[in-house]
């Protein structure tokens, strides 16, 4: 029997409002017993004095990039990058190549991941070839092991077609995520539209871009009484948007990413592609707007949207394709900009990292109650570490956080009963 006997760790678990010195012993993968002083003669004792162990992150967005895109990274680097930042489950995105629209491309994701030191979970593409053009056969997706459904990387254009997966969705206990912008509004466009764009003489994305996609998202659960989630919000009036849905009783939920609650469109004026992503960063407005949500509830979870690409790739500020990588800062981004600056707590903090997406995603994870599966984070609260991109553990180097100075150091991450980084 494989057993890891954590000494001496503050405890911080939200699902149970646990906060407090303990220990807690791993037996076979799972969670055999939590608190209190516990003694075991046989298993790997880590000391974890001056650390907190809290459950593994779940990350509900991350691009893998596999199969088609294995320059940029695949599931196993993906899952040695999760590990490195805490992240014990991840929901994989469909924009490969092929894009993950049949029951064997689900396949293969399941079947490469299975050592991996993460847990994959698989979101199907909506339609066929992410073109917006034919719905995909959902429920073969599902039995082929899918557990969410989207788009993401372009939004379903067709409404009938958003509407009519929205629909069948629940019934196949599948959830729709959904990348929402109005593609005829982006069009063309480079960077957040505005001051900077004007100042750097480059076309813009308005936010009225993503403030639509999600008022049809809304608009469509509260029309058929569905349920959707709205993925990395980064405008004031998406926020505006959901707030006043979730009133409503609309079963909207939604997530940001870290740099849409830590940096703003200033960034870009070093004309560093590695600040380019899709919804881009956005104004200091827009990322007060995003912190107030995520402080009053609008904002269900945070998500990293770790989106890989090659140096060569972003060389080019105009040419260079949209995306940063996240999952090795995330939780550090969290603690610096949020629990830090007083924003939230750190129970706060994991909930929307953990506990949260767990329960949206519906899986036995995000908790430490005895009995659950030996998925957990040790890290260091308060130390303080400038992010190194090239000492990153994926396979690129865009970091959006890259030379910036955080607090918070992952040290151990055990995933399936088993020490799967450690510093």
Not at 79 to 106: F, I, K, Q
Not at 237 to 253: H, P
Not at 329 to 336: E, K, M, P, V, Y
């Amino acid at each position: 029997m494989n057993r890891i006997l954590i000494k001496n760790a503050e405890i911080l678990d939200p699902s149970n409002g646990r906060d407090g010195t303990g220990d807690i012993l791993i037996a076979d993968g799972v969670l055999s017993a939590v608190g209190g002083e516990i003694r075991c003669a046989d298993a790997e004792v880590v000391d974890a004095s001056g650390l907190i162990a809290a459950p593994g992150l779940v990350d509900m967005h991350v691009h893998l990039r596999d199969p088609g895109f294995t320059n940029k990274e695949d599931i196993l680097s993906g899952c040695r990058a999760a590990a490195a930042g805490g992240v014990t489950s991840l929901l994989c995105m469909p924009n490969t190549n092929p894009a993950v629209d049949t029951p064997e491309t689900v396949r293969y994701i399941r079947e490469k991941a299975e050592n991996a030191d993460a847990r994959v979970y698989v979101a199907a593409a909506i339609t066929k070839g992410l073109k917006s053009e034919e719905i995909n056969d959902l429920r073969a997706l599902r039995d082929a092991g899918a557990i969410a459904l989207s788009d993401d990387g372009c939004p379903v254009v067709n409404s009938r077609l958003m509407g009519q997966a929205m629909r069948l969705a629940p019934s196949l206990h599948l959830k729709v995520v959904s990348h929402c912008e109005d593609l005829f509004l982006s069009a063309g466009g480079k960077l957040n539209e505005g001051a900077v764009s004007q100042k750097l003489g480059v076309p813009g994305i308005p936010a009225a871009a993503e403030d639509c996609g999600t008022a049809r998202e809304i608009a469509l659960a509260a029309a058929y009484g569905v349920p959707v989630h709205i993925c990395h919000v980064s405008t004031k009036t998406s926020v505006a948007l959901i707030r006043d849905a979730k009133r409503r009783g609309v079963q909207v939920t939604a997530e940001t990413a870290p740099h849409y609650f830590a940096l703003t469109e200033e960034e870009l004026l070093r004309r560093d592609a590695d600040y380019r992503m899709s919804p881009p960063l956005r104004t200091e407005e827009d990322r007060l707007a995003v912190i107030e949500g995520i402080r009053d509830g609008t904002i269900d979870a945070i998500a990293t949207d770790h989106a890989p690409h090659t140096p060569q790739e972003k060389a080019d500020f105009l040419a260079a394709p949209n995306g940063s990588i996240g999952m090795e800062t995330s939780l550090a981004a969290g603690i610096t900009y949020l629990v830090h600056t007083g924003m939230i707590t750190m129970t706060e903090l994991f909930r929307l990292m953990s506990t949260a997406p767990a329960e949206l995603l519906g899986l036995n994870a995000g908790t430490l109650q005895v009995g659950a599966p030996a998925d957990l984070v040790l890290f260091a609260p308060e130390e303080r570490w400038t992010v190194d991109e090239n000492r990153l553990h994926g396979k690129s180097q865009n970091a959006v956080f890259k030379g910036r100075e955080l607090i918070g150091k992952v040290k151990m991450t055990v995933c399936r009963g088993k020490i799967v980084y450690k510093e």
